[in-house]
C-alpha cells in the first residue's frame, strides 16, 4: 500500500478507507512521516482492532485539558446563568424533558 496525498492506496470499496479521504488532506501536515506511517499500518488492521486501539488513544487524554476549550466552557456556562437569572430563559424538569422526547419519538417527529 503507498501513501500518497489524497489517497490511501487502499480498495476504494473497502469501507475503512474512507476513513482517511478528506481527513488526510486537512491534516496531514500536522503528522511526521514517523505517524503518517504508524497510521498506515493501523488502517491496515481489522475494524475490531482500531476501535480498541481508537478507545485507548481516547482514554489516553483523560486530564489533558485545552485553555480555550475550557474558557469558552466557562464562558457558555456564565451566559447561560445569566439567562437563568434574568428570566431570558427557564430551566424544564429532566420529566419533562424525557416526556417532550417521548412524545416526539412516539409521533416520528
Known amino acids: 500500500m503507498e501513501w500518497r496525498h489524497g489517497h490511501t492506496g487502499r480498495d476504494?470499496?473497502?469501507k475503512s478507507s474512507n476513513v482517511v479521504k478528506g481527513w488526510y488532506d486537512a491534516y496531514d501536515w500536522r503528522m511526521?512521516?514517523?505517524?503518517?506511517?504508524?497510521?498506515?499500518?493501523?488502517?491496515?488492521?481489522?475494524?475490531?482492532?482500531?476501535?480498541?486501539?481508537?478507545?485507548?488513544?481516547?482514554?489516553?487524554?483523560?486530564?489533558?485539558?485545552?485553555?480555550d476549550v475550557e474558557r469558552s466552557w466557562e464562558e457558555e456556562i456564565?451566559?447561560?446563568?445569566?439567562?437563568?437569572?434574568s428570566g431570558k430563559?427557564?430551566?424544564v424538569p429532566w420529566e419533562e424533558v424525557q416526556r417532550r422526547i417521548s412524545a416526539r419519538l412516539d409521533h416520528g417527529k
Do not use: Y
Not at 481489522?46 to 476501535?51: G, I, S
Open 89 to 91: 430563559a427557564r430551566a
Open 32 to 67: 511526521t512521516q514517523q505517524t503518517r506511517e504508524l497510521l498506515q499500518k493501523v488502517l491496515a488492521l481489522p475494524a475490531e482492532e482500531r476501535m480498541a486501539l481508537v478507545r485507548v488513544l481516547i482514554e489516553s487524554f483523560d486530564g489533558i485539558t485545552d485553555a
Open 78 to 85: 456564565s451566559r447561560r446563568m445569566s439567562d437563568l437569572d
Open 12 to 14: 476504494p470499496k473497502d
